[in-house]
């Protein structure tokens, strides 16, 4: 079992930065691909960003491709997502994932393991 905890979400003005992580418990945690999703008020939970367990291969949703970055430190068990050149629209609570393989996946059902979700509120 893998336990995940995010931290690192708040307010911030379009334009900002913010930098999310997810720190999870186990030993195990080099065996998982992890994922970041989000869900807008109002809307269905969506991709945001994978990495393949080794921390190497990383994949985008388009709307945030450029602007967020994915990375993986398996000596500290934890994933972050550092977000740059915030939008209104990436208003949303996020969310880290988790799933043994080493394979990128981009959908919900794929990933095991999630976190409570930290809020991210980007002013305009």
Same mark, same amino acid.
């Given at each position: 079992? @893998?336990?995940? @905890?995010?931290?690192?979400?708040?307010?911030?003005?379009?334009?900002?930065?913010?930098?999310?992580?997810? $720190?999870?418990?186990?030993?195990?945690?080099?065996?998982?691909?992890?994922?970041?999703?989000?869900?807008?008020?109002?809307?269905?939970?969506?991709?945001? $960003? $994978?990495?393949?367990?080794?921390?190497?291969?990383? *994949?985008?949703?388009?709307?945030?491709?450029?602007?967020?970055?994915?990375?993986?430190?398996?000596?500290?068990? /934890?994933?972050?997502?550092?977000?740059?050149?915030?939008?209104?629209?990436?208003? $949303?609570?996020?969310?880290?994932?988790?799933?043994?393989?080493?394979? @990128?996946? /981009?959908?919900?059902?794929?990933? *095991?393991?999630?976190?409570?979700?930290?809020? @991210?509120?980007?002013?305009?």
């Amino acid at each position: 079992q @893998v336990q995940l @905890v995010e931290s690192g979400g708040g307010l911030v003005q379009a334009g900002g930065s913010l930098r999310l992580s997810c $720190a999870a418990s186990g030993r195990t945690f080099s065996s998982y691909s992890m994922g970041w999703f989000r869900q807008a008020p109002g809307k269905e939970r969506e991709f945001v $960003a $994978a990495i393949i367990r080794s921390g190497g291969n990383t *994949y985008y949703a388009d709307s945030v491709k450029g602007r967020f970055t994915i990375s993986k430190d398996n000596a500290k068990n /934890t994933v972050y997502l550092q977000m740059n050149s915030l939008k209104p629209e990436d208003t $949303a609570v996020y969310y880290c994932a988790g799933r043994a393989g080493v394979l @990128v996946r /981009t959908t919900e059902d794929d990933y *095991y393991y999630w976190g409570q979700g930290t809020q @991210v509120t980007v002013s305009s």
